[in-house]
């Protein structure tokens, strides 16, 4: 099975609601883009530190991960910050990683945008082509 890569356009989602009272110019809302690796493994957001500084996101709190080999880590939370694949998008947290580790796109993100990981092809695509469909129940 390949690998997915997908490009994720991040914006620190406190700068825009400042633009978006009017209190500062669009140009000075902080955003990026990066190549993600779709992790269906992981359960939410995983973005290297570089990035979250980039972003001038605010560590909110500490969580413990575990890693695929079984090892366990203290890692920061950082947020609030707009995720968009493609032409769906939500305002969430993300663990930060290491300086220059790869960005990871987990269950959370692909859940609340109802997209779905299509191995053979090596993309994500979304479960309804209009909109997402959350279940509720």
């Known amino acids: ?14 700068d825009r609601g400042v633009f978006e009272q009017g209190f500062r110019d ?10 993600a690796i779709v992790d269906t493994g992981a359960v939410t ?5 570089n990035v979250v500084e980039r ?13 695929a080999d079984e090892r366990k ?6 947020g609030p910050l707009t995720i968009q694949i493609g032409d769906r998008f939500m305002t969430m947290d993300c663990v930060v990683g290491p300086p220059l580790s790869e960005a990871l796109v987990g ?4 859940e609340s945008l ?14 309804m ?5 959350l279940n509720v129940k």
């Open 107 to 110: 269950q959370v993100v692909l």
């Open 45 to 49: 957001l995983v973005l290297p530190q």
């Open 114 to 127: 109802d997209l779905i990981a299509d191995c053979t092809n090596q993309t994500l695509i979304p479960r």
């Open 129 to 133: 082509p209009d909109y997402p469909v």
């Open 1 to 14: 099975m390949g690998q997915i890569t997908v490009s994720v356009r991040l914006e620190n989602t406190i």
């Open 26 to 35: 669009e140009s000075s809302v902080r955003r990026t883009s990066v190549d």
């Open 55 to 67: 972003l001038g996101l605010a560590t909110r709190r500490t969580v413990v991960v575990t890693y």
């Open 73 to 78: 880590e203290e890692r920061p939370v950082a």
